[in-house]
């Protein structure tokens, strides 16, 4: 007989069914409980709710394992390029040369943006935040171009918005300088022409640095997917009441601005910063973080998986070197990154809490080394993410999955009768 647990209730017993998956992880099928028992689960923060049965990604945050589409991202940011990583998670195979060679010019065919989505950016004030601008004209692109109806047309989507996000991202950045905003070179590949139009400017000569695009395909292959945070489940969540793909990415984008989450990389360059400004003391903000009265926490330190080393924090940390070394660059914070990193996993709080580095950690060290301003970090974590948010949102779509909606213990005044307004207190 297949597994199952039992749950004694009320003198009665019921069999759950335990669900294994590929790599032996289980879960417990509670998706009839509420029929047949009365009750629900609680589970505030969704620490043990799996919300999907997902091929995607697999991810062990006890091994420090992570995985897309079976193959080890360790091997990914080593050989593959963003585009290849991007369509293995959303088609589920790594492209062969011809597949791969048509989907790079499908994207970038579409690197435009209609005329008129130029005249909202007038809207915005100069010191709006960038991720605000994004997620705002990624929820515009609903005005411009149609959703999908077939799965022909579901690819469209896609690839439109693989293709723009960047253009997006950079006219972002350029909008809040008041700098004039570039048109894409579509001969240039997918990152060397964010590049460009994030740095070229027509009163001088720029030439994308391959060291620079090189290290910037990595960082977003790392970032491409996490299984189920808390933006993709706000991707998948949005999109299950069966809004279009660019409305569920516009609100995975907010959620992942967050400084509990892709937020966190802007945070951990002004806490370095500041800890440098201070002293370059590590220990009193270790201390800080140690004390709960504080409200300080190491940011970059700690995730809600990973029980051992974020793999992502291990591939960054190296890249970091690499990259400044390459670039000839000294910045004082990744010696306080280094100092902090040595002395918190020494630190008897953080090893039995089990809190290490995470991706966010070392990643705004190289975003500034890249050039990029400390405002739009969370944004390069998007353009990362969103060929994870792309498979999660397909996935979903095509599972027919039904429309997300957790329940609730009530636990407000019980019914009272109403008081009209004379004769209130
Ligand atoms: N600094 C100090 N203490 C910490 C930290 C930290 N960075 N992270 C967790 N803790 C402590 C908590 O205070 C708690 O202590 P307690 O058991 O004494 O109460 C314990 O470790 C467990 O932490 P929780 O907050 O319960 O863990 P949770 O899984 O809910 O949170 C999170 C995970 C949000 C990532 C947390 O570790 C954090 O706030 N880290 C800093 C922000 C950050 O780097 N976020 C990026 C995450 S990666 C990503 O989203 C891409």
């Given at each position: 007989?297949?597994?199952?647990?039992?749950?004694?209730?009320?003198?009665?017993?019921?069999?759950?069914?335990?669900?294994?998956?590929?790599?032996?992880?289980?879960?417990?099928?509670?998706?009839?409980?509420?029929?047949?028992?009365?009750?629900?689960?609680?589970?505030?923060?969704?620490?043990?709710?799996?919300?999907?049965?997902?091929?995607?990604?697999?991810?062990?945050?006890?091994?420090?394992?992570l995985r897309?589409?079976?193959?080890g991202i360790e091997?990914l940011a080593?050989?593959?390029?963003?585009?290849?990583?991007?369509?293995?998670?959303?088609?589920?195979?790594?492209?062969?040369?011809?597949?791969?060679?048509?989907?790079?010019?499908?994207?970038?065919?579409?690197?435009?943006?209609?005329?008129?989505?130029?005249?909202?950016?007038?809207?915005?004030?100069?010191?709006?935040?960038?991720?605000?601008?994004?997620?705002?004209?990624?929820?515009?692109?609903?005005?411009?171009?149609?959703?999908?109806?077939?799965?022909?047309?579901?690819?469209?989507?896609?690839?439109?918005?693989?293709?723009?996000?960047?253009?997006?991202?950079?006219?972002?950045?350029?909008?809040?300088?008041?700098?004039?905003?570039?048109?894409?070179?579509?001969?240039?590949?997918?990152?060397?022409?964010?590049?460009?139009?994030?740095?070229?400017?027509?009163?001088?000569?720029?030439?994308?640095?391959?060291?620079?695009?090189?290290?910037?395909?990595?960082?977003?292959?790392l970032?491409?997917?996490?299984?189920?945070?808390?933006?993709?489940?706000?991707?998948?969540?949005?999109?299950?009441?069966?809004?279009?793909?660019?409305?569920?990415?516009?609100?995975?984008?907010?959620?992942?601005?967050?400084?509990?989450?892709?937020?966190?990389?802007?945070?951990?360059?002004?806490?370095?910063?500041?800890?440098?400004?201070?002293?370059?003391?590590?220990?009193?903000?270790?201390?800080?973080?140690?004390?709960?009265?504080?409200?300080?926490?190491?940011?970059?330190?700690?995730?809600?998986?990973?029980?051992?080393?974020?793999p992502r924090?291990?591939?960054?940390?190296?890249?970091?070197?690499?990259?400044?070394?390459?670039?000839?660059?000294?910045?004082?914070?990744?010696?306080?990154?280094?100092?902090?990193?040595?002395?918190?996993?020494?630190?008897?709080?953080?090893?039995?809490?089990?809190?290490?580095?995470?991706?966010?950690?070392?990643?705004?060290?190289?975003?500034?080394?890249?050039?990029?301003?400390?405002?739009?970090?969370?944004?390069?974590?998007?353009?990362?993410?969103?060929?994870?948010?792309?498979?999660?949102?397909?996935?979903?779509?095509?599972?027919?999955?039904?429309?997300?909606?957790?329940?609730?213990?009530?636990?407000?005044?019980?019914?009272?009768?109403?008081?009209?307004?004379?004769?209130?207190?």
């Amino acid at each position: 007989m297949s597994k199952h647990a039992e749950l004694h209730y009320e003198g009665k017993v019921y069999k759950l069914p335990v669900i294994e998956g590929t790599e032996h992880e289980t879960a417990l099928d509670i998706s009839k409980l509420r029929d047949e028992t009365g009750l629900i689960t609680l589970d505030i923060g969704y620490k043990n709710t799996g919300a999907t049965q997902s091929a995607i990604t697999f991810l062990d945050g006890e091994e420090g394992i992570l995985r897309y589409r079976g193959y080890g991202i360790e091997d990914l940011a080593e050989h593959a390029d963003f585009l290849e990583v991007a369509h293995l998670l959303i088609y589920g195979e790594l492209p062969n040369k011809a597949t791969l060679d048509k989907f790079e010019r499908d994207i970038s065919r579409r690197t435009l943006v209609h005329e008129d989505i130029r005249k909202i950016f007038d809207g915005f004030p100069a010191n709006a935040h960038p991720m605000g601008v994004l997620s705002s004209l990624v929820c515009s692109l609903t005005a411009f171009y149609p959703g999908h109806r077939t799965v022909e047309e579901m690819d469209l989507t896609i690839v439109r918005l693989l293709a723009k996000l960047p253009t997006l991202a950079a006219w972002s950045y350029r909008n809040g300088m008041g700098h004039p905003l570039n048109y894409p070179n579509n001969n240039l590949n997918y990152c060397a022409n964010f590049l460009h139009m994030m740095f070229a400017y027509p009163t001088e000569d720029y030439e994308v640095n391959p060291v620079v695009v090189d290290a910037l395909d990595k960082l977003l292959i790392l970032h491409a997917d996490h299984e189920q945070n808390c933006s993709t489940s706000t991707v998948r969540i949005v999109g299950s009441s069966q809004v279009g793909l660019f409305s569920a990415v516009a609100a995975g984008i907010n959620a992942l601005w967050g400084p509990l989450h892709g937020g966190a990389n802007q945070e951990v360059i002004e806490m370095l910063e500041r800890i440098k400004a201070d002293g370059g003391n590590v220990k009193k903000y270790v201390d800080m973080a140690k004390d709960k009265n504080s409200g300080f926490r190491l940011m970059g330190f700690g995730h809600r998986v990973y029980k051992n080393f974020d793999p992502r924090a291990k591939i960054i940390k190296k890249a970091c070197d690499n990259v400044l070394a390459a670039l000839k660059i000294d910045d004082p914070a990744l010696n306080i990154a280094r100092q902090l990193e040595e002395y918190a996993l020494k630190d008897e709080y953080f090893i039995s809490r089990k809190l290490y580095p995470n991706v966010d950690f070392y990643s705004g060290i190289i975003y500034r080394a890249l050039g990029i301003p400390t405002n739009m970090f969370t944004v390069m974590f998007a353009l990362g993410r969103l060929p994870g948010w792309i498979a999660q949102w397909r996935e979903m779509v095509l599972a027919k999955e039904p429309i997300g909606r957790p329940r609730q213990v009530f636990v407000g005044k019980p019914h009272r009768p109403f008081v009209p307004l004379a004769s209130r207190a």
